[in-house]
C-alpha cells in the first residue's frame, strides 16, 4: 500500500480508497478488495501503536537523565560567568596603571614616524638633485633612455616632496626637462610610425609611457599615417590631369586605405597593447578621408559636372564606396558603434548631397530621356501612335530609375524618386493635353469626320494603358523598397551601423520622409499606390480632361439640335400664317420635328463608329473610364463594356440637356406639349433601340406634357414635384 499519502497535507481519503481498489487484483470482487484493505489497515495500526507505544516508554526513561544534564550545564555556565568577570576587573586595573606609559609610547611612536619621513624626504631631496645632474648629463651623452629612465625617479621623488617649499619649482623643472626630451624623441617616433619600425615604435612608446606622455601617442600615429596616405593622394591626382578619372583616383584612395588597415592592425596591437587597434584604424581612416586636398566632394563635384550622365557617374562611385566598406567592416569588428558610425558618415558624406537632391537629379534625366523621343508633331494620327508607343517607354525609364535608387541611394532616395516621376510624368502628360485642345477645336466637325472621335477614344486608350502598367510598376516598386531597406528599417534591421543609410545619407528631415513613406508602404492593401500615388492621381487628372474633351467632340451635334429647343417657332400659339396649333387635334397627327430627328440620326450612328471597341481587349479604355470622370457617368452603376458605357453617358447627357432645354420654353399650348411629348417620345425609341431608356425625369415630363389641363391636378400624383413645376410653368398652367 501507498502509505506516504498519509502525510500528505491534502490528503483525501476517498481519493486513497478509490486509488488503493484500482490497483488491486482484477480478478478479486471490489467486496473482496475492500476486505482486504481494510485488514491491512487494521494490521498497519496495530503496527503504529506498538511503535507509538515502546517510543513513549523511550521518551519516559531518558527525560531523568536529560533534567541531570540541563543543571549540570546550568552550573558551568554560572561559573564561566564569575570567571569573566574577575578578568574584565583584571584588565580594567592594569588599564589604569598603565595609562600614563602608554600615551608616552604613542606620542614616542608619532615622533618615530615624523623622523622617518623627515629623513626620507632628505634622501629624496639628496636623490632628486643627483638624478637631476644625471639627466643633465644623459642630455650632454645623448643616452636618452638614460634620460628617461632617471625621469621617472624623479617623478617619483616628486611624489614624497609635496611638502617642501620649493614644490612648484620642481614641478615646473621636471616638466622642462619632459618637455625637452619629448622634443629630442619626437623625430625618431615619427620615423619609427612612418616606417612601422616595431622595435623602435615599442621603446619609445615606453619611454614616452614612463614620462606619462603616452596618452598622445596614438594621435601621432594617426598624423604620421595620414601624412603618408595625403602624399599618396597627391600623387594619384597629379598623375592625372582628367577629372574623368576620379573614379580611378578614388579606386586607388580605397586600395591604399585597405592596404593600410591590414598591415598596420597588428603592428598597433603590439605597439599599443593598452588600446584599442580597431578604434586606432577607425580614426586613421575618418582622418585621412576628412583631410584630403583635393576633397573628395570637390573632385566629385568635378567630375558630375564633365559626366554626360551624373548619375551614372555618382552610382559607379558608390560602388566602389561600398565595397571599400565591405573590405574595412571586418577590420573594424572590435570597434565601438559609435566609432563605426562616425567613419561610416565620413566616408558616406560627399554623396549626401547628392541622395538629398537625387529627386531633382533623376528629373532632369529622366526629361532629358523623354526629350529626345520623337513626336508626331501636328500629324494627330502620327502623335496617337507615338503617345502609346511610349507608354511601354516611360514604364521601362521609370523601372531604370527606381534600380538606380537603390543603387547610389540604397533605397533612402525612394521619396525623391516619387517627385521626380510625378514631374516627368507632367511633363510627358503635356503632349496629351496638347492632343486635347487640339482635338477640342474640332468637335463641330465630328459628324462629318469622324476620325475625332477615333483619336479620342485612342488617347484615352492610351492613357489607361498607362495607368494599368504604373499600377503594376507601383507595386514592384514597394517591393523593392522594402528589400532596399529591409537592413535599417524593416523588422528584420539590424544593428550594423555601416549598414544604417537613412543616417549615413540622409538629414533628420529626410529620415521621417523615408520613414513616413515606408510605413506607408509596409500597411499596403487593396489596390493602393503609395510610391507613385501622386503620379497617378495627376494621370487620372488628365485621363479626366481628356474624357471630357471626348465628350465635348461626342455630344456636340446633339447639343447643337437641343439648344434650338427653347426658340422654335411651333411653339407659339400663332404661327403667322401658318397652321396653328391652337385647336386640339389627336396625337397621331403629329410627327417628330427636324431637331430631333437629326438628333436621334447622329445616335443611331454612334454605336457604327464605336463598333472597333465592341471586341477585343479592351481592360485598358475601361481602366481609363474607371479612373475619370466621363461626363453623365454619375447615374451609371454597371459598366459591362466601354462602349455600353460610353452610349449611357451620352444617353443621360442627352436626357438631361433636353429636360434643361425644355425648361427654357417661354410658354405651350396643349397641341405644343403634344408635339412635345411626340419629340420626346421619339428620342425615347432612339435610345431604347441603344439600349439605355429614357431618364426618369424625362419619362415624367413626356407623360405630363400629354395630360389634358383638365385632368392635369388629378394625374400630377406620384411624379417628381421638380417636373411637375417645370411643366406646369411652360404650359401656363396654375
Not at 501507498?2 to 480478478?27: Q, T
Not at 597593447?273 to 570637390?298: K, R, W, Y
Not at 494603358?465 to 523593392?480: G, K
Not at 443621360?652 to 417661354?666: D, E, F, G, H, M
Request: glycine share 6%; proline share 3%.
Amino acid at each position: 500500500m501507498d502509505v506516504a499519502a498519509f502525510s500528505g497535507e491534502n490528503f483525501d481519503a476517498k481519493d486513497w480508497i478509490n486509488k488503493a481498489l484500482r490497483n488491486s487484483d482484477p480478478a478479486q470482487t471490489k467486496e473482496a478488495a475492500s476486505s482486504s484493505l481494510v485488514m491491512k489497515l487494521q494490521l498497519m495500526i496495530s503496527k503504529l501503536n506498538i511503535a507509538l507505544e515502546e517510543q513513549c516508554q523511550n521518551v519516559v526513561l531518558s527525560i531523568p537523565r536529560v533534567v541531570k544534564e540541563a543543571e549540570q550545564l546550568q552550573q558551568e555556565a554560572s561559573l564561566l560567568k564569575d570567571k569573566l568577570s574577575a578578568v574584565k576587573s583584571d584588565v580594567e586595573a592594569v588599564e589604569h596603571q598603565t595609562e600614563e606609559n602608554m600615551h608616552t609610547l604613542v606620542q614616542m611612536d608619532r615622533v618615530k614616524e615624523r623622523l622617518a619621513e623627515t629623513s626620507k624626504a632628505l634622501q629624496e631631496a639628496d636623490n632628486w638633485t643627483i638624478l637631476d645632474n644625471q639627466v643633465e648629463d644623459g642630455f650632454e651623452n645623448n643616452e636618452l633612455d638614460l634620460v628617461a629612465e632617471k625621469l621617472v625617479g624623479m617623478q617619483a621623488s616628486l611624489r614624497l616632496l609635496q611638502h617642501a617649499s620649493d614644490y612648484q619649482d620642481r614641478v615646473d623643472h621636471l616638466e622642462s626637462l619632459r618637455n625637452r626630451l619629448e622634443a629630442v624623441l619626437s623625430p625618431q617616433l615619427v620615423a619609427a610610425f612612418t616606417n612601422l619600425d616595431q622595435a623602435a615604435a615599442i621603446r619609445l612608446v615606453n619611454i614616452f609611457r614612463g614620462m606619462e606622455r603616452d596618452k598622445q601617442l596614438t594621435k601621432y600615429y594617426v598624423k604620421c599615417v595620414r601624412a603618408g596616405v595625403l602624399q599618396k593622394w597627391t600623387d594619384i591626382v597629379n598623375s592625372s590631369a582628367e577629372e574623368s578619372s576620379v573614379v580611378d583616383w578614388v579606386d586607388q584612395l580605397y586600395r591604399e586605405l585597405v592596404s593600410l588597415a591590414r598591415k598596420n592592425q597588428d603592428w598597433c596591437t603590439e605597439v599599443f597593447p593598452q588600446e584599442n587597434s580597431a578604434v586606432i584604424m577607425a580614426s586613421v581612416i575618418s582622418d585621412c578621408l576628412g583631410n584630403l586636398d583635393p576633397s573628395l566632394e570637390f573632385c566629385i563635384e568635378a567630375g558630375v559636372k564633365l559626366q554626360k550622365s551624373g548619375l551614372a557617374f555618382l552610382t559607379e562611385l558608390i560602388s566602389r564606396t561600398d565595397k571599400f566598406v565591405g573590405e574595412v567592416q571586418p577590420l573594424l569588428a572590435e570597434a565601438p558603434e559609435k566609432n563605426v558610425r562616425d567613419l561610416g558618415k565620413v566616408v558616406y558624406s560627399p554623396y549626401r548631397s547628392y541622395v538629398q537632391s537625387y529627386g531633382e537629379m533623376e528629373s532632369k534625366n529622366m526629361t532629358a530621356e523623354i526629350n529626345s523621343w520623337t513626336s508626331g508633331g501636328k500629324d494627330t494620327i502620327e502623335e496617337i501612335h507615338s503617345l502609346s508607343g511610349s507608354v511601354g517607354k516611360l514604364v521601362n525609364l521609370i523601372r531604370e530609375s527606381a534600380q538606380r535608387c537603390v543603387q547610389l541611394t540604397k533605397g533612402t532616395g525612394f521619396p525623391g524618386l516619387a517627385l521626380a516621376v510625378r514631374s516627368v510624368l507632367d511633363r510627358h502628360l503635356d503632349r496629351y493635353r496638347k492632343l486635347m485642345r487640339r482635338l477640342d477645336k474640332r468637335r463641330t466637325v465630328v459628324d462629318d469626320d469622324w476620325s475625332v472621335l477615333q483619336h479620342c477614344l485612342a488617347a484615352i486608350a492610351a492613357t489607361g494603358d498607362l495607368i494599368l502598367q504604373l499600377e503594376e510598376l507601383d507595386m514592384n516598386l514597394s517591393l523593392q523598397l522594402l528589400e532596399a531597406t529591409r537592413g535599417y528599417l524593416g523588422p528584420d534591421a539590424g544593428d550594423q551601423p555601416l549598414q544604417q543609410f537613412h543616417v549615413l545619407l540622409l538629414t533628420s528631415d529626410g529620415v521621417a520622409e523615408l520613414t513616413e513613406l515606408y510605413t506607408r508602404v509596409a500597411g499596403r492593401s487593396g489596390a493602393s499606390t503609395p510610391v507613385l500615388q501622386q503620379s497617378l492621381e495627376l494621370l487620372n487628372s488628365v485621363s479626366g480632361e481628356l474624357q471630357k474633351t471626348t465628350f465635348n467632340v461626342m455630344f456636340h451635334p446633339v447639343n447643337i439640335q437641343l439648344e434650338k429647343l427653347p426658340e422654335l417657332d411651333v411653339w407659339q400659339q400663332s404661327a403667322g400664317g401658318q397652321i396653328s396649333l391652337d385647336s386640339d387635334m389627336p396625337e397621331f397627327s403629329f410627327s417628330p420635328q427636324e431637331y430631333i430627328t437629326q438628333t436621334g440620326e447622329y445616335l443611331m450612328t454612334l454605336p457604327q463608329h464605336l463598333e472597333p471597341y465592341m471586341s477585343g481587349d479592351t481592360s485598358n479604355l475601361s481602366r481609363a473610364f474607371r479612373g475619370g470622370e466621363f461626363p453623365g457617368s454619375g447615374e451609371i452603376t454597371e459598366r459591362d463594356s466601354p462602349v455600353d458605357f460610353i452610349l449611357g453617358c451620352i444617353a443621360a447627357s442627352t436626357c438631361q440637356t433636353y429636360l434643361n432645354q425644355l425648361a427654357r420654353i417661354p410658354v405651350l399650348s396643349n397641341n405644343s406639349a403634344r408635339q412635345l411629348g411626340v419629340d420626346i417620345g421619339y428620342l425615347g425609341d432612339i435610345l431604347d433601340d441603344l439600349g439605355h431608356p429614357l431618364s426618369a425625369n424625362l419619362s415624367s415630363a413626356s407623360a405630363l406634357l400629354r395630360v389634358s389641363e383638365s385632368k392635369f391636378k388629378e394625374e400630377v400624383n406620384g411624379y417628381p414635384a421638380k417636373i411637375v413645376q417645370i411643366v406646369k410653368t411652360i404650359r401656363g398652367i396654375q
